[in-house]
């Protein structure tokens, strides 16, 4: 905190809310299927020539994107399907947030 009065290895949110997702430490859900990474199709879509740079999407079926990103900062390695405890503490969390219309927590 600025004045000092918490320590600084706690976080002062559990979440943290995103456009179209949500992150846990080094968890980020994204709440729709998709381009994942920066590189992802994206950016060729917008700029043809950036295409020879996009990313191949691993879990094309999934409804949407997990990733950790100590591991895989660049999110290239979609992990959905391989932790579905994440997945749906996650998007329950999100779902929750979207709900409430809030994601700053009351005091």
């Avoid at 430490?25 to 020879?52: A, E």
């Avoid at 740079?53 to 399907?81: M, R």
Wanted: with cysteine; proline share 11%; glycine share 10%.
């Amino acid at each position: 905190m600025l004045l000092g009065t918490q320590p600084v290895d706690i976080p002062i949110r559990t979440y943290t809310l995103l456009k179209t997702g949500i992150r846990r430490g080094p968890w980020k859900y994204l709440d729709h299927q998709g381009c994942g990474g920066p590189t992802r199709g994206v950016h060729s879509y917008m700029n043809p020539l950036l295409k020879p740079y996009d990313l191949p999407e691993k879990e094309p079926d999934a409804p949407g994107q997990l990733y950790n990103l100590d591991d895989d900062p660049g999110e290239t390695t979609n992990l959905y399907f391989k932790h579905p405890d994440i997945v749906n503490e996650l998007k329950t969390q999100y779902e929750l947030y979207i709900r409430s219309g809030r994601s700053a927590p009351l005091r």
